[in-house]
């Protein structure tokens, strides 16, 4: 499992890059906030819209015509991809290279111990950064440092993410898969995690957090994606227990 968490940490890389990338895009207005949480949405339904379709369909093609065509549609999709990407290249907005943002971080954090006892009154331990940095640097660096908790956790959460595509298929394969009369391949078990997201994903957008504001309790984000990780926490432990006594 140690070696995993570099691993993953690639991973989920991946999805923050892809993420800012199309967050990028957005011209700056005062309705970015909701625009920006409407492209979020919108790009966490098209993967896992392509999920379903991928593990609904690859399964069937591998048992019935091999696994040699079922990787080659895969390959073929991937090299679709990447043209229609690469197309559209000239048309991207792309921000500018500023330099290693850690280090930036690193720097200011610096700055605000070699300057505290200047600053003698100070609310929070990076407000003597004020004498090198501007307010904005500050502000940010103090919200990197708030979601630090929940960042921290998502090579672990990748970790776990992925073992749906490998212990939970080994798994599925000594369970009874027949649904409606008909026995569903091992590898389909994994399109119920995309196609339960499809589900999800408008019922809480559109009537739980909605419903909750009416009621004056806001969710937010950080405490969504806190809650949402220790229930899918809490799912691993009901399939240690299921695993155990099945």
Known sequence: PIPCVPWQSQTSGQYQRRVHAGADQLAPGPDLQSRMSFFFTCFYFSINLGSIVSFAVIPIVSQTAGYAIAFGITSVAFVV????????????VQAPITGSIINQIWILMKDARANKDDYPTREHWLDPAIKNHSEKEIRDVKAVWRIMPIFAMLPVFWTLFNQQNSSWVLQADRMNRRIFGVVLPTAQIQLFNPLAILVLLPLFNKVVWPGLARFNIYVKPLDRMSIGMLFYGSSFWHVCICTEFN
Request: proline share 0%; hydrophobic share 40%.
């Open 81 to 92: 991809a990447l043209m229609v990407i690469t197309t559209g290249r000239k048309g991207y």
